[in-house]
């Protein structure tokens, strides 16, 4: 039983580091420094949605 939990502990640990802080470091913000205005980010994702190009 706490095997089972220390290799879920380890799991729950490697899932935030993937996706909170190599996220932070590795990963741009496209959208804000492609477009400078909201309306400009909701048309260019609208066009990739519906496949629009």
């Known amino acids: 039983m706490t095997v089972g939990k220390r290799l879920w502990l380890i ?8 996706f909170a802080i190599l996220r932070l470091f590795f990963f741009k913000d496209f959208l804000k420094t492609n477009f400078s205005s909201e309306e400009q980010r909701s048309e260019y994702v609208i066009d990739r949605l519906t496949g629009k190009q």
């Not at 799991?11 to 993937?18: S, T």
């Open 11 to 18: 799991i729950a640990i490697k899932l935030f580091i993937m």
